[in-house]
């Protein structure tokens, strides 16, 4: 079989042929590279943390869970501790609420936040469910 190297002939066949075409391909790259064009416009990296809401409370666009929810009804959720029936929950006390209950993810001094027994909901600080539990 006759390849670009198998005699010299073919070797200075094959060189003719392509190798003036190979030896400017270098240059080409070089001068491609060396117009002066800016590079390409850096973007902004966008931060997980900062949602295309503009907010800076992560989770504040989402809806507040209702008094009314099945999952809520079940737990004894209420928007007020005040409002907790004590008799259907006993160990209900006073001074427990959301934003004293390790579940909850809301950040200090706001209203409503998050709660990890009731993802996607937002619960009010001074509201309590039957799964209350002290923040340490
Ligand atoms: Fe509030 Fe805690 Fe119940 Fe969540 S688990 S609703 S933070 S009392």
């Not at 070797?11 to 030896?23: E, H, I, N, V």
């Not at 809806?63 to 409002?83: F, I």
């Amino acid at each position: 079989m006759d390849t670009p190297y198998s005699s010299p002939a073919s070797r200075r066949r094959f060189l003719k042929t392509f190798g003036g075409s190979l030896a400017i391909l270098p240059l080409v790259q070089v001068l491609g590279c060396s117009r002066g064009d800016p590079p390409p416009a850096a973007q902004a990296p966008r931060s997980a943390d900062s949602p295309a809401t503009g907010s800076t409370t992560p989770g504040a666009d989402m809806p507040r869970l209702s008094e009314d929810d099945p999952a809520a009804k079940a737990l004894g959720y209420r928007h007020s501790t005040a409002d907790v029936d004590q008799n259907a929950f006993p160990r209900h006390q006073a001074d427990q609420m959301c934003s004293n209950c390790s579940q909850y993810q809301g950040a200090s001094g706001e209203s409503w936040g998050g709660c990890s027994i009731f993802p996607g909901k937002l619960v009010n600080a001074g509201g309590w469910c039957n799964s209350w539990v002290r923040k340490a």
